[in-house]
């Protein structure tokens, strides 16, 4: 308990999966914790479960890909709660589909929020941390940035933009006192993969990690809480792999 006491994180996409088991995570360890979605009451379920186990959160509606909203998350966390020390840009689309099948708008789609909203989100998020000093950003990437996978060329596109504007954001800002890195998942089981079974199946996903399973949204909430705690303060412009030795084949 208390590893992030006293900051204040902001987490998108934290309905379900991934999102929402980072933004418990983080409540739990004393950080009071901006849940955002899309819809405008999307992740309140969230928040009551936080508020259940003693945290302290509150709901902010935001569509990642728009600027205006991100201005308006952003100034009320500082105005309502105190200046944003931990950002989390969570919120992603995932399909898996030949190039040859997918149409521009479906790629344009993937690209603004996987590619787009982390740009917005550290955008509008830096000059909130430099009020403070400090500040630990952790963009969620996935092992498809890293790793060629057939049918992700969209998909693994994105999630490579992401890995290298982390890097180079990190060298933007480390004077600052600002910390930038990614998180790169295996497959994880949350709502995501369960609407791509018709194309790949549990038993193929599990397969094609070393440890023979996937992982639980916890496995990549653990990683980012220290990420986004002092035990990662001589920590930036990298990739955490957190992917059941997938990297690793």
């Known amino acids: ?44 379920d969230t928040v009551d479960a936080i508020h259940e186990a003693g945290g302290e959160a509150v709901h902010m509606q935001l569509d990642v890909t728009e600027e205006d909203h991100w201005k308006r998350v952003v100034d009320a966390v500082c105005e309502e709660i105190g200046c944003p020390t931990i950002l989390v840009n969570n919120a992603g689309v995932y399909t898996i589909q030949p190039i040859t099948e997918m149409d521009a708008d479906e790629w ?14 550290m955008k509008h998020s830096v000059p909130a941390m430099r009020e403070n000093g400090t500040g630990s950003i952790i963009n969620m990437s996935s092992v498809a940035g890293i790793s060629g996978v057939a049918g992700h060329t969209c998909y693994g596109g994105s999630k490579g933009a992401v890995r290298l504007m982390t890097k180079d954001m990190a060298m933007e800002v480390a004077e600052e006192g600002i910390r930038v890195n990614s998180v790169h998942p295996g497959v994880i089981d949350t709502k995501m993969i369960r609407e791509q079974s018709d194309k790949i199946s549990e038993e193929e996903y599990a397969g094609m990690h070393p440890l023979g399973e996937i ?19 001589f920590v930036t412009g990298t990739e955490l792999v957190i992917d059941g030795g997938f990297c690793a084949n």
């Open 108 to 121: 344009e789609n993937l690209f603004d929020v996987n590619v787009k909203g982390v740009f917005l989100g």
């Open 1 to 44: 308990m208390g590893r992030v006491d006293g900051e204040v994180a902001i987490v998108t996409g934290a309905r379900t999966g991934i999102g929402r088991a980072t933004a418990e995570m983080l409540a739990a360890e004393g950080a009071y914790t901006v849940v955002t979605h899309y819809e405008e009451n999307g992740a309140q």
């Open 215 to 233: 992982g639980e949204p916890e496995d990549i909430a653990y990683g980012v809480v220290y990420l986004a705690s002092p035990e990662a303060k």
